[in-house]
């Protein structure tokens, strides 16, 4: 069994020493869906939303948020970031939003908790963007995806992780 890697041995938390690390490319890919009434997608979808284009500022959120991380999460490393790709799917059937977040880097450590606090960062303006119309707005979803690079290699979720929009409806997120 691993055992966690931010913890000491008397139980403290510590940053993680990658020092003794190779530098390698490393990409993350992280997804997660903001479901909604189907008017408020049709406003998003007509950029009609009283607050401006909906997506675009939530792209730029979201790509802030990544570069962002190391001061939000207490334990990550600061890393000098070569791309952040944040994408949106408007699903018009589900009356949800995917969002799907590219993070890459050449460095000692991954950036997984970049492209995870890019996706929820990208959700999170659009609910703050939308809730005048809609407060019952739902984000599920939020998973890594996919992880390439360092010593332990290529990780691969096999199945979309599943969502919630209310009691009886479930879907997957689209990537």
């Not at 966690?4 to 041995?9: K, R, V, Y």
């Not at 997506?55 to 570069?67: E, F, L, N, P, T």
């Not at 009356?95 to 991954?110: H, K, L, N, S, W």
């Not at 599920?140 to 599943?162: C, H, N, V, Y």
Request: hydrophobic letters at 45%; proline letters at 3%; a positive charge.
């Amino acid at each position: 069994m691993s055992k966690l890697t931010h913890f000491g041995a008397h139980g403290q938390a510590h940053m993680v020493d990658v020092a003794a690390k190779d530098e390698t490319h490393r990409i993350a890919r992280a997804a997660g869906r903001i479901g909604m009434l189907p008017s408020t997608l049709k406003l998003i979808a007509a950029g009609s939303a009283k607050k401006g284009d909906v997506i675009g500022i939530a792209r730029i959120a979201a790509i802030q948020a990544a570069k962002k991380t190391a001061d939000l999460i207490p334990l990550c490393h600061p890393l000098a970031l070569t791309r952040v790709d944040v994408d949106f799917k408007l699903d018009r059937k589900a009356a949800a939003v995917d969002c799907i977040a590219t993070v890459e880097t050449r460095g000692r450590t991954g950036v997984e908790m970049e492209a995870l606090t890019a996706v929820a960062a990208g959700l999170l303006t659009i609910y703050d963007m939308c809730k005048a119309v809609d407060r019952g707005m739902v984000m599920s979803g939020i998973a890594l995806i996919e992880k390439r690079g360092g010593k332990s290699g290529t990780w691969l979720r096999k199945t979309p992780p599943a969502t919630r929009r209310g009691r009886n409806q479930q879907q997957n997120v689209t990537y």
